[in-house]
């Protein structure tokens, strides 16, 4: 079952901050966040572990949140570069191997 | 060459053709993926493969057939495609981190497949 992904779009001016948001209706294992820009492969950006602390990434991090099985991926100071196309994927427990990803969220940054 | 490397980068084909779509990663990892990416829908795990044993098959048709000679090398053999099966396939590897569930993916550009 895939995680739901909101906004579905935003729109930033540069230096300007965003949150994107990602929720399942299973006990999640893990989340992971992808960046894919247009033409281009998915790139990494983080992994949230169960019991695990918070990641960070320059200005880009992400919490998570095990009772509500949410994550959120926050954006601070956005630069040109941090537009695309942002994934969030679950793994529930004891699914190994089956990352299942939201529909996600077109970031867009404008000067 | 670095990463993960897909061929070919584009792919037209008839419903009645039988194609191929390769995958070679170049990172030392163990696990690799087919990913389906479709406009307006998420990204679908296709299959899996992990020490080069098939340990996913994420209820895809059999037109669809996925071939992992080695830890470094994956193939999708495409016969009797549908029109909807015109999407980006992704390939991806990962290192397997066994009982602690997908580690990053490592991404290759993808296949545009049309079919026609």
């Known amino acids: 079952q895939q995680p739901v992904q909101s906004p579905q779009a935003v729109i930033l001016r540069e230096g300007e901050d965003a949150v994107i948001n990602c929720s399942s209706s299973?006990?999640?294992?893990?989340v992971h966040w992808y960046r894919q820009k247009h033409g281009e492969a998915p790139v990494f950006l983080m992994i949230?572990?169960?019991?695990?602390e918070q990641k960070g990434h320059e200005k880009i991090s992400a919490s998570f949140n095990e009772k509500k099985q949410q994550s959120s991926l926050y954006l601070t100071a956005s630069q040109l570069s941090y537009s695309g196309t942002y994934f969030c994927?679950?793994?529930?427990?004891?699914?190994?191997?089956?990352?299942?990803f939201g529909k996600g969220t077109l970031l867009t940054v404008n000067p | 060459e670095t990463g993960v490397t897909q061929t070919p980068r584009h792919l037209v084909m008839g419903m009645t053709n039988k194609k191929s779509l390769k995958c070679e990663q170049h990172?030392?990892?163990?696990?690799m993926y087919w990913y389906k990416q479709s406009a307006k829908k998420p990204l679908e795990l296709m299959f899996v493969?992990?020490?080069?044993?098939?340990?996913e098959n994420n209820s895809v048709p059999s037109r669809f057939s996925p071939e992992c000679p080695n830890s470094s090398h994956l193939f999708l053999h495409l016969h009797t495609l549908q029109p909807e099966d015109s999407a980006l396939y992704l390939c991806?590897?990962?290192?397997?981190?066994?009982?602690?569930?997908?580690?990053?993916?490592?991404f290759g550009e993808g296949s545009r497949l049309t079919v026609l």
């Open positions: 493969y992990s020490l080069e044993e098939r340990v």
């Open positions: 990172l030392g990892h163990n696990a």
């Open positions: 991806a590897s990962s290192q397997d981190p066994g009982a602690l569930g997908t580690g990053e993916l490592f």
């Open positions: 994927g679950t793994e529930g427990e004891g699914s190994n191997y089956k990352l299942t």
């Open positions: 949230l572990l169960k019991g695990g």
């Open positions: 299973k006990a999640l294992y893990s």
